[in-house]
């Protein structure tokens, strides 16, 4: 029922931007926070940047600077917006969201996105 779902990876070339969206879905209340992660073939999971309820964003040292998470609260959508794209970045990028949801009453809730793909070429 409640669900995320990730969209806008494609292919870039380096130097590229896109933008990446998270959207929430559901009996949603709110989203209290959210991260963006991603993984390249055969590595490890990496965190990418996070939000959370106040606006408050924290970023990968590797990111900070070129990458920017923002949220439309109406929505219940979270963006990555990247840019100056490195071939590093490429790889699996997955949301992963800390919501209230709501029922018979009020509940905290985890989940991820199924992913969207970004290769950015040399």
């Known amino acids: 029922q409640v669900q995320l779902v990730e969209s806008g990876g494609g292919l870039v070339q380096a130097g590229g931007s896109l933008r990446l969206s998270c959207a929430a879905s559901g009996s949603i209340f709110s989203i209290n926070a959210l991260g963006w992660y991603r993984q390249a073939p055969g590595k490890q999971p990496e965190l990418v940047a996070t939000i959370i309820s106040s606006g408050s964003t924290n970023y990968a040292d590797s990111v900070k600077g070129r990458f920017n998470i923002s949220r439309d609260n109406a929505k219940n959508t979270v963006y990555l917006q990247m840019k100056s794209l490195k071939p590093e970045d490429t790889g699996v990028y997955y949301c992963?969201?800390?919501?209230?949801?709501?029922?018979?009453?009020?509940?905290?809730?985890?989940?991820w996105g199924q992913g969207t793909l970004v290769t950015v070429s040399p």
């Open positions: 992963n969201g800390d919501l209230t949801g709501y029922s018979d009453s009020l509940m905290y809730i985890e989940l």
